[in-house]
């Protein structure tokens, strides 16, 4: 008899979200995650086949979700709010570098690599809908400003990340909006 599922895979997803922000890809296990989701290990790998499978499934809805978040944005002040709202769940450059050891993963692996290739012209993409411009290399410096601050920033760690989003992109913004 198969036991239903309690905890749905968004819920365990969360969970890895948290951890490996917390201990990055490479230290994360599934016994923390599944600690975090109220699961045990063994359930994880049932659900997902392994660690990097439930990693890779991470990648996949994080590629999914932020495009569509981006494409219902109205305007350029709330596109610029919605990315200093993502910089602002980071909360320490240790923690961020977590994240960039995700980021290795996504472009060292070529499975990950072509999630994360895929994730990036959606990104570029809902960002040239927000924008309505005629420079078609506009959404691209949004998405290179946006993390490029945030690596700035965690070299620095001055001030907040959201605020060194915020202050870049306004910058970026608006210089290509003035004219001449």
């Given amino acids: 008899m198969v036991r239903p599922r ?3 895979d968004d819920a365990l997803l969360d969970a890895a ?3 490996v922000a917390e201990s990055g890809p490479a230290a994360v296990t599934l016994a923390r995650i ?13 659900r997902f086949g392994s660690k990097r499978g439930l990693l890779l499934a991470l990648a996949r809805r994080s590629a999914a979700e932020l495009p569509a ?3 219902a944005v109205p305007d350029t002040p709330a596109l610029i709010e919605l990315f ?3 910089a602002a769940t980071i909360t320490s450059p240790a923690e961020f570098a977590n994240h960039l050891q995700f980021l290795l993963l996504d472009v060292s692996d070529p499975e990950f690599r072509e999630v994360t290739r ?5 990104v570029e993409r809902a960002i040239a809908g927000v924008l309505r ?4 290399e506009l959404p691209r410096a949004v998405h290179a ?4 601050a945030l690596i700035t920033w965690g070299m620095i760690a001055d001030g907040s990340p959201a605020d060194a989003v915020r202050t870049h992109l306004t910058r970026l913004l608006g210089t290509c909006s003035r004219p001449g």
Avoid: H, W
């Avoid at 599944?34 to 049932?46: D, E, K, M």
């Avoid at 411009?133 to 078609?136: G, I």
């Fill in 6 to 8: 309690t905890v749905t």
């Fill in 17 to 19: 979200a948290a951890a």
């Fill in 34 to 46: 599944g600690a975090r989701a109220g699961v045990t290990a063994a359930a994880l790998s049932q």
């Fill in 69 to 71: 978040r981006i494409a």
């Fill in 84 to 86: 200093a709202g993502l």
């Fill in 118 to 122: 895929g994730y990036a012209r959606a």
């Fill in 133 to 136: 411009s005629s420079d078609p």
């Fill in 145 to 148: 400003a946006y993390n490029g």
